[in-house]
């Protein structure tokens, strides 16, 4: 599997040297909450996230740094390029079909304990980019996953955008399935917020609002579910 992954990553290099960028996006997120389960129930998240769209296909990438009241630190990214197969008329239900790849990694540190963790996760898989009327996008993703710190499995992954009057709602789910030693999971993480921009003199999108977090069996643990409103700022540059 990891094989497979590194196979991937030097095929979308080689790809992009050649490469036309058609669009591209980076913005920073301000989070605060206070209902996290797995450790200290409130944290301050700062995200970094960066999105472009090329002529071979495109790539997410984000990480997040979360400092808990407690003093416990924690930082999480991912990358996620997709590579496209093939595409079809404008007019399709089905846009694309890409070769997609993710990979994870976090390091944790308890200031309690003065102790902490690492892990690399590899993802590979099969995605398909939809026209749903009304949305701006909404893609969907099929895994098989190579986990550091427990049995492999596989993940179904669906983000999207749509644009509500003056609102705008996006986000992602997450659903990876059991194994011998986790439960199945689903993580449902979206934002609704407001962009302030027009009100401000700003040529650059600046979002308020709130992100909502349903995650059940968070982290693969039986019964432990998070319902977690956060304050949020977001600014595009």
Sequence with gaps: MKKLATALLLTLAASTTQAKTFWSDFSVTYLNGSNYEVGDSSRQVLTFEHATGTS????????????SD???????????????ITEFEKDSFVKSISASGTIEMGTNFGAATFSGFGFTNYLLGIGTDLNVPGFSYFKADVYARSNDLGDNNAQLTVVWGIPIGPLYYDGFMDYATSTDTSEASMNLTSQLKYDMASHLGLDSKLFVGIEYVLWLNKFGIDGVDENNLNLLVKYHF
Excluded: A, M, Q, V
């Design 70 to 84: 407690n003093g416990d630190l924690e930082t999480y990214g991912e990358w996620s390029p997709r590579i496209k």
């Design 56 to 67: 071979w296909g495109g790539s997410f990438l984000f990480f997040d740094r979360l400092e």
